[in-house]
């Protein structure tokens, strides 16, 4: 009670926060006068007189009031925009690595530039990260006009760039891309081979637009690059056709997690049925033999059980395109990870292509947690505050509006069942549209955006539908949702990034309607035209209540529903928000407390009936924050996990990073030598062990199969005072020798590039080999929880335990492969895998990633290993260069060079 009663007085702590910050901000405006009066020239030049004070000991605070004032000029010169006291507030927080909470239509993107430009003159890079392309390339284009007006560079990191043009990106001052971007490149960078190949600098800063959608929603799943494996078409299909015959009664289906299991007779009957095809090993299903099919028939009970056309993917073109969750939007290119697209695509009876293998890995957690510095910005973050500060250390601060908040969020209206819902909503809209309000509509999936569109054309309701289906049309649609009487239906606003106006987008009118025509007086006259009824239509629009959200179904997450009605009352528009609900829903249906909907229901409700009481609303925020509570355990969870594997990668990371800025690795390969020839001495050989327990013919047969020599053991068992001690330094004395051998066959150059590159791709490939190793024992480590163990403890000890075999592996497959191979050029480069980049969520197999491998169209190629023999090839990006069918060619990028000194250059 106290504590309302303080809070009431002297405000919340936020409040009192950003109170603290009005003190800076009008440091700011009491520069603005001297600023403006500054010419175009002089303004630029603050630029290299602020990059003059920080080299001589001035921080970034120090210099944040003039250089926040020189950015407003600078926008109001190039933009026409001037940053409003609520916007350097929020530039403030961005500044100090914070979350800055600002409603929709306050001017996030605007609010980056000031921290942007503030961190970019430290030189080391500023990265703004946005939720797609398109954003990306708008935000470079738009902000960076303040940007370059004021000397500095700006770059943006989209898919398909050659590695040339992502370093120049990354070397900018300033830097735009998507998440996914700029997580594979960090990836693809400790793939390769050269310091000269990669393209990303130490990191500095970042900015996280729509911070709640990246570090919240996407950070369910992992960035994956993966490579190809054998094709197994005919086992999807045997297994698709078998899952077809059995019924609902021989699984159990968990709807929350996406899980189905079978029961005991549907164990049995599958059994009978995978003999009759032959795929079955002995009579048990869950021999170990049946593992790989035990796992791929769950995969296909998933697909033909849990994931839904229409709602989880569509077909299109002969193709399954995974549907975004979250926006509703196609993510072309992207599959589901361990079997599961292939198992759609036998399902639906499309081409099945191969499953990929995983070659790198990164949590966006562990990858956005590399940066010294983050920040964020979004309209909706307070409700996992808690989490942003756990996982990230990152405070969420609530920025107020530039005007009062107009819009009015009515209760929700509760129906028995979804065709008394269907039947209000069309009336509601019905009775907007006669009075000329605009109403948006926000769906939950594809297939109910297009039920309702079914039930607004039998009642003749013109509307225009936004789904994964009209994707191309998306910006265009939205622009114009705010004009008279327009009826749009979409399947979820997250991050659109196109703004609803109210009386519509001129800008968007002018290109749609006069896209075609000549410049003018003619085309001037008509953009005046279009501008002038934007205007009146504008106010056509306030005067019947402005936008009209309406929700039908409430979303598992809180922040979804708040970014749908925050499309409605922007910069003080009026506006009108409400939600339909049933218990129906799947919202209710699954996670809302049935006895008391029943009770309702059954007693107190008639056909066509509404009730409207916030004790509902209340009920309904309970049942999405055990949704919030649940899937926050998840993330944490995949963050535990993730730790583990990122322990590790830093050490494989940091290990390649040596090896390629090392000039000579003679010492590595000499100390991995002699560990390789203890390590074999030491199994055939137990310590404090007699003659008679050495297991010579084993020594003799690893000692071949490593370094291919064939000493006289026998010999020397029956010297005197024989021990292995002798067995060692004699072995190391021939394995030295015949590397000292070896050496004389090539330069001295070719002898370090040799080892460099052998090291490397041995690395490589027993880290691919130990990440598809950690991925079978998540997979099963949970199991352990029966036997009364933790399982992260588990996967923790085992995966250490692999770990050290790894390291050893690599130890003796370097030893080896130089002890046995045969050293020649190659004239042309082998041809490598394609990569594929997937973001996949471990947990339900969601895929959430960025687009088709960001690296395509370039050569993914590795160094000449200048040997034959057996030896793990590692691919690696080079330039967009593609090789002729001779080293000795001209190279095709017009330097004049052969290509062997030009692109196709041993670094």
Request: net charge negative; aromatic share 8%; proline share 4%.
């Amino acid at each position: 009670m106290f504590g309302g009663f303080a809070k009431t007085i002297f405000g919340s702590s936020n409040d009192r926060y950003v109170r603290s910050l009005r003190k800076i901000v009008e440091q700011i405006n009491g520069l603005e006068a001297t600023i403006s009066a500054m010419t175009d020239d002089e303004l630029r030049n603050q630029t290299a007189i602020f990059k003059n004070r920080l080299e001589n000991g001035a921080s970034l605070d120090d210099i944040l009031p003039e250089a926040f004032a020189t950015v407003r000029e600078a926008a109001v010169r190039t933009l026409g925009q001037r940053h409003y006291d609520v916007q350097l507030i929020g530039g403030i927080v961005l500044h100090r690595g914070e979350i800055a909470e600002m409603r929709t239509g306050e001017g996030k993107t605007l609010v980056a530039t000031l921290a942007v430009y503030l961190n970019a003159l430290g030189g080391k890079g500023v990265h703004v990260v946005t939720v797609n392309d398109y954003l990306a390339r708008r935000d470079a284009d738009w902000m960076g006009q303040v940007y370059r007006f004021l000397g500095l560079s700006v770059g943006v990191i989209i898919p398909n760039l050659a590695d040339a043009q992502r370093r120049a990106a990354y070397h900018s001052d300033i830097t735009y891309g998507t998440n996914n971007e700029f997580g594979f490149d960090y990836l693809r960078d400790n793939m390769k081979y050269d310091r000269g190949h990669m393209v990303q600098r130490p990191f500095n800063f970042a900015i996280v637009d729509e911070v709640d959608s990246i570090l919240i929603d996407e950070a369910r799943t992992p960035l994956i690059i993966s490579g190809p494996t054998d094709d197994k078409s005919e086992l999807y299909l045997a297994l698709d056709r078998i899952v077809k015959e059995i019924s609902p009664d021989d699984y159990e289906y968990d709807e929350k997690d996406k899980r189905v299991l079978l029961t005991e007779d549907g164990t049995e009957r599958m059994e009978r049925l995978l003999e009759a095809e032959g795929l079955l090993f002995g009579s048990n299903l869950y021999d170990y033999e049946n593992t790989q099919v035990v796992h791929h028939l769950n995969q296909a009970l998933r697909a033909n059980v849990a994931y839904r056309a229409d709602i989880d993917y569509i077909v299109k073109e002969g193709k399954v395109i995974i549907i975004d969750p979250f926006t509703g939007r196609m993510m072309e290119g992207r599959r589901w990870s361990e079997g599961l697209h292939q198992a759609v695509e036998a399902k639906e009876g499309v081409d099945i292509e191969p499953e990929n293998q995983t070659l790198a890995s990164i949590t966006f957690q562990n990858y956005f947690r590399m940066y010294p510095k983050l920040s964020g910005m979004t309209g909706t973050a307070a409700t996992e505050a808690a989490e942003f500060f756990d996982i990230y250390k990152m405070n969420v601060v609530t920025i107020p509006t530039h005007k009062p908040v107009s819009r009015i969020d009515e209760d929700d209206e509760f129906y028995k069942n979804q065709e008394d819902k269907f039947a209000a909503i069309v009336k509601g809209i019905e009775e907007k549209q006669a009075i000329g309000q605009p109403v948006l509509v926000g769906t939950v999936s594809i297939e109910k955006s297009e039920l309702l569109s079914e039930y607004l054309k039998r009642s003749k309701v013109r509307h225009e539908v936004l789904n994964a289906r009209y994707h191309e049309q998306e910006a265009h649609i939205v622009a114009q949702a705010g004009r008279l009487g327009a009826v749009t239906i979409a399947t979820n606003m997250a991050g659109r990034g196109t703004d609803i106006q109210l009386g519509g987008n001129a800008e968007f009118r002018i290109q749609d309607e006069l896209g075609g025509m000549e410049e003018g007086p003619e085309k001037d006259a008509a953009i005046e035209r279009i501008r002038h009824e934007v205007a009146e239509e504008r106010e056509k629009v306030i005067a019947a209540g402005g936008l009209f959200v309406l929700g039908t179904e409430r979303h598992e997450s809180r922040r979804i529903d708040n970014q749908l009605r925050g499309r409605s009352g922007r910069q003080g528009d009026p506006g009108l928000s409400r939600f339909y609900l049933s218990l129906d829903d799947d919202l209710l249906r699954i996670f809302g407390p049935q006895t008391m909907f029943s009770r309702l229901m059954n007693k107190n409700l008639a056909d066509g009936e509404a009730i409207i009481s916030p004790w509902i609303s209340k009920a309904i925020e309970t049942a999405q924050k055990k949704v919030e509570a649940r899937n926050y355990d998840v993330r944490k969870q995949v963050v535990e996990y993730d730790d583990v594997m990122n322990d590790q990668r830093k050490v494989i990371y940091e290990q390649r990073a040596d090896i390629m800025d090392a000039e000579t690795v003679g010492d590595v390969v000499e100390d991995m030598r002699t560990e390789t020839v203890n390590a074999l001495v030491g199994e055939a050989i137990p310590p404090n062990s007699y003659p008679e327990q050495w297991d010579i013919p084993l020594l003799k047969e690893r000692v071949e199969a490593v370094f291919g020599l064939s000493p006289p053991f026998d010999d020397w068992v029956k010297e005197e005072a024989v021990d292995p001690e002798m067995f060692v330094e004699r072995l190391q004395t021939l394995a030295d020798e015949q590397i000292a051998e070896k050496v004389t066959q090539v330069s001295q150059e070719e002898w370090i590039q040799i080892e460099k590159s052998i090291l490397l791709q041995s690395l490589d490939h027993h880290w691919k080999e130990h990440l598809s190793m950690l991925d079978a024992l998540r997979q099963v480590v949970h199991l352990r929880a029966y036997a009364q163990k933790k399982p992260i403890d588990e996967y923790k000890r085992e995966a250490f335990v692999m770990f050290e075999r790894m390291l050893g592996a690599i130890r003796e497959d370097v030893t080896g492969t130089l002890a046995r191979a045969r050293f020649a050029m190659p004239d042309e480069l082998p041809p490598m895998p394609d990569f594929v980049t997937q973001h996949i969520d471990p947990f339900t197999g969601d895929d959430d990633t960025a687009d088709v491998d960001a690296a395509t169209g370039t050569i993914l190629s590795r160094l000449p290993p200048l040997l034959t023999g057996e030896m793990p090839a590692t691919a690696t990006s080079q330039d967009e260069v593609p090789p002729p069918a001779s080293r000795n060619a001209p190279c095709p990028c017009g330097s004049g060079r052969k290509y062997k000194h030009c692109h196709g250059a041993v670094a």
